[in-house]
Structure formats: structure tokens, C-alpha cells
């Protein structure tokens, strides 16, 4: 799957937040061997981790066993408590075992682009409910009629506000005519990274319904830019298109208003079939909301001091051009625009 070029040119571009979320399962990891180490421990053994903490310095000047008896041990846990420790432990394992497999996923004929998405994120989901759960056990809050569910596959749209902040990004392989961008609103939530890449023909402008104001997208046709994704603080979905397919960039942080936000690059010639149940009718909708949002407004000067309805680009160059030449006498019969 990860043999399309542009696959290593997406994980790159995600690799903060990959390192960010390998950070915090490795750190629970560690936490849970540690814990799980202590309600092993002997006495001779917490003696002898006694003895490393003070190092040379209690060589000879402290007896180890007698401050091994002062210093609080962990709270022993029950065998229920042990036993839902290990299985926490195994699903952090098992997350962090996958490797970058655990970033990437693929949309397949049994399985729809928002069911690709969801299964990847719920299975990457697991550390979160393995994190509670460890917790909770090393609290002493540990209930197994109310906790052991923790390390289920659970959805997105059950995640909290802190879960969906450290998201896992996401790297989805998939063909264009699977490419429907209503599976995708669902997860621009939080600091949700989706990386698309598309294979064959698509739409011009299949992420066009998926801007919001908080929400960077992008299509890009070789990846130039994806780069800032990692770094961004809210959710990100980008596109790596075939040449059939429109470029642009919606970034967030460029202004309040839509079209400062917004870079679109040269219209490409719309399909004459539809594609994936895409109809005609909706692609072209698609690149006329783009260009609309991208549309620069401009307030047109008339004589009484008002402005005239804001306008695009063009229009607003030869009509101010027609203005300010009239004013200046230079142009026979100029009026002012209305």
C-alpha cells in the first residue's frame, strides 16, 4: 500500500504530530511497566533501587534495606487490578508495534471512505481508553463493570474534546470515484490531520464543501505545502489529486475573511460523466462555491461618496480604470459606475 511515492511525502508531512502521539502512548507505556514493576518488587529488589537512587553517596553511610522500608511503596493491586493492568499494557503494545501501519489506511471495495476512517482512528483510539485505564487501576479507581469497556474500538463521534486534541493523523490511500467529501466533515473537529491520496480520476474540486472557517484544506497535485499541515493547531484535511483535478489552499490563519483564506489555482476542464455517483451538476457546484469563496470583494467609488456592491477582481479593475480616467477628463462621456 505505502509503495505510491506520494505516501512518503504525506508521512513526512506528518510527522510532528505522528511524534506527538507516539510520545504519549510510549510515555503511558513506560508509566505502566513502572507500576506494574513496583507491585512485583521485592523487598531485597526495592532495596536495591534504594541503593541506585542515592548512588555514591549512600555507599557505606546508609543501610539500603531499613530506607527501602521508609520510602512508600506502590499500592498493591488486587488480581483484578493486575490482570486489566495487562491488558492495558497489551493495547499499548500492540499501537505502538504497529509501526506507521497505525497512520495509514486504505479505502476498499467492502469499505467506504468515512468506515475506512473511523476503523483506522478507533483502532489507533484504543491507547486512549488503555491511558484511562491505567489510570484509573494505579488510582485505585478501577471498577470492572464500568472501565474494562475502556479498550474497545470506539468511533470518533464518541471521543472527548481532550481525546479528539491529540487525534492521530491519519495517511488514506484511495481511488477517486470513492472520494465524497460528506464522509469527511465528520472528523474536522480537534487537531484531526487527514492526508488524502488519490489515485486515477476524480472531481475538479472534491474538498471545495469541506472548507469552514477553522478548517485548513488543500488540493495539491505533487504535495508542495502539505508541509505546514503538521504544525497547524486546529484540523487539516488535504488532497493529492491527479492533474485532473483543481489546486488550491483554504488556510485559517491568512485573514477573517473567506477570500483572504483562500488560493485557487487554474480551473481544469469539467467531466461529462458523472464519477462515483458525483453527478455533472454537483462538480460543477463544487468549482463555482470555490470561486465564489475566492472572489475578491471590491467596494467600486461613485461621486456621492458611496460605495457601489462589492465586486470581483476583474470587474473592479476596468470599471475603477473607467472611473478614475472620467474623473481626470480623460476619457469623452465617462460616467461613474453604478
Known sequence: MQSDSRMAIALDALAQPIAEFRSAVEAARTQARAFRDAQQASPASRAEHAAAEFGLFGNGRLDHQALAQLIPGSRQCDAAEIAALGRAMQALDEVAGQGDDCFVAEVTPTRKL??????ALARAGRAFGAIVLAEL????????ALHDMLLEPAEFRSW???????????????????????????????RTKLVLVVRGPTAPAPLARCITPGTFVMQSHDGSGIERVGALDGPAIVAMVPKCAMTFS???????????????????????????????????????????????PFA????????????????AVDRVTQWLLGEAGLQDGAQAPQ
Open 114 to 119: 468515512g468506515a475506512t476512517i473511523d476503523h
Open 137 to 144: 487501576i494505579r488510582a485505585g479507581r478501577y471498577d470492572p
Open 160 to 190: 472527548n474534546r481532550v481525546e479528539r486534541r491529540f487525534t492521530p493523523p491519519l495517511v488514506v490511500l484511495l481511488d477517486g470515484v470513492d472520494l465524497h467529501p460528506g464522509a469527511l466533515t465528520d472528523f474536522a473537529d480537534g
Open 250 to 296: 483554504h488556510d485559517p490563519g491568512r485573514g477573517a475573511e473567506a477570500w483572504q483564506r483562500l488560493t485557487v489555482g487554474e480551473q481544469v476542464e469539467l467531466p461529462r460523466e458523472p464519477l462515483g455517483g458525483i453527478s455533472v451538476w454537483q462538480m460543477a457546484e463544487d468549482v463555482r462555491l470555490l470561486t465564489d469563496l475566492a472572489r475578491t
Open 300 to 315: 467600486v467609488p461613485v461621486r456621492d461618496g458611496h460605495g457601489s456592491p462589492a465586486i470581483g477582481a476583474a470587474d
